[in-house]
């Protein structure tokens, strides 16, 4: 390679370690190599570590978690419509004290229209723990945001919640697979633009003018209309008409090679038959048990998001210092700290607001 050919890989390096944001020198890396068709072999290596130190067998949660399960934050209002929940049935047995116990994770105008429980996701990993939050769907406002690199074009909303703009924020989750390499099989819409293609048969994240949102199949549940401001596509329904899909262990429908079985950090967002949403984030999940627990936690349909450490998250916003800008907490500790979509994000994320 010329000195030509150097340089300008160095600067493509260089740029994908310098742009702004919060990811790790990791997570930039890895990212600038499937943005140059690497992405294989990221797999490989991602394959190799785990295989080098998977996520271990048995055991009892961590004394930080445990405190976290068993806490109950912001105890419910006494006069509200919206009560919290009766508690998820949990997935390992005998429960631990806090398990699938709903606590209250953000309200607005006097009603909890965010609660949140965590459960182990499996009787092997033990030492591991899923969060499941719900929103209601009725009191609530979705909004898409772009990232600044994915899906990788220039669009009018923001890629963060800029100050001005957070009046009312409940809470943010992340988005799937990226757009730009083909790795969702699937499409990106919002402000009138269209990044890859809406396909029918994807499971799609649909907004609409009016600030709702559908989860749904593409073409079948869920389609183009003047209404539509944003979709966000990404592999198939894990979970529909309320059963998990009989191929949820189809390696081929979830990732990469053998990903779909790895007990790895993932993510995924459902809707009730109520029209509220389920969303799920866990330190040790495979396809299947993701799909289980939002099936368990009320999903009638329900989609993979993004997987690994640096990009599931969810965050629930607290108004009662500043209403202007709330304080974000994260609902699990993964690599970006809570104050991630308040900063310029990578990639694509939804952000919730109360009516």
Not at 84 to 93: F, I, M, N, S
Not at 118 to 132: F, I, L, M
Not at 216 to 236: A, H, I
């Amino acid at each position: 390679m010329g000195a030509l050919g150097l340089g300008s890989l160095g600067w493509s390096v260089g740029e994908a370690l310098t742009y702004p944001g919060q990811d790790s020198t990791a997570a930039r890396l890895a990212g600038w190599a499937r943005e140059h068709r690497l992405g294989v072999v990221v797999d490989q290596l991602e394959n190799a570590k785990y295989s080098m130190d998977p996520p271990r067998l048995g055991g009892a949660l961590p004394q930080k978690d445990l405190a976290r399960m068993r806490a109950t934050a912001h105890p419910a209002p006494e006069h509200s419509d919206i009560r919290p929940h009766a508690p998820l049935q949990p997935l390992v047995t005998p429960a631990l004290e806090g398990e699938g116990v709903w606590r209250v994770l953000a309200s607005a105008h006097g009603r909890p229209l965010v609660q949140g429980t965590y459960v182990r996701p499996d009787s092997d990993h033990t030492s591991y723990q899923a969060a499941v939050a719900w929103i209601s769907g009725k009191h609530t406002r979705f909004q898409l945001h772009p990232g600044l690199r994915e899906p990788g074009e220039e669009f009018a909303t923001p890629p963060n919640i800029p100050e001005g703009a957070r009046t009312g924020l409940l809470a943010t989750w992340n988005g799937g697979f990226k757009i730009t390499d083909g790795g969702s099989r699937g499409g990106f819409h919002l402000d009138g633009k269209t990044v890859g293609e809406l396909r029918d048969g994807t499971a799609s994240e649909v907004f609409y003018r009016d600030g709702s949102i559908k989860i749904g199949s593409w073409g079948r549940d869920v389609r183009m209309t003047p209404d539509v401001v944003g979709v966000r596509q990404c592999l198939e329904l894990m979970v529909d008409d309320g059963k998990v899909v009989d191929d949820i262990d189809d390696d081929a429908k979830w990732g990469a090679t053998d990903q779909s079985r790895m007990f790895v950090e993932r993510s995924g967002v459902g809707v009730t038959a109520q029209g509220d949403i389920i969303m799920v984030v866990g330190q040790a999940l495979t396809a299947p048990t993701l799909a289980n627990v939002m099936q368990r936690a009320g999903a009638v349909r329900a989609m993979p998001l993004d997987m690994n450490r640096a990009w599931p998250s969810f965050m629930s916003y607290d108004g009662s210092r500043d209403p202007h800008n709330p304080e974000p907490t994260n609902i699990l500790d993964f690599e970006n700290p809570a104050t991630r979509y308040y900063e310029q994000a990578t990639r694509d994320f939804v952000a919730v607001y109360a009516r």
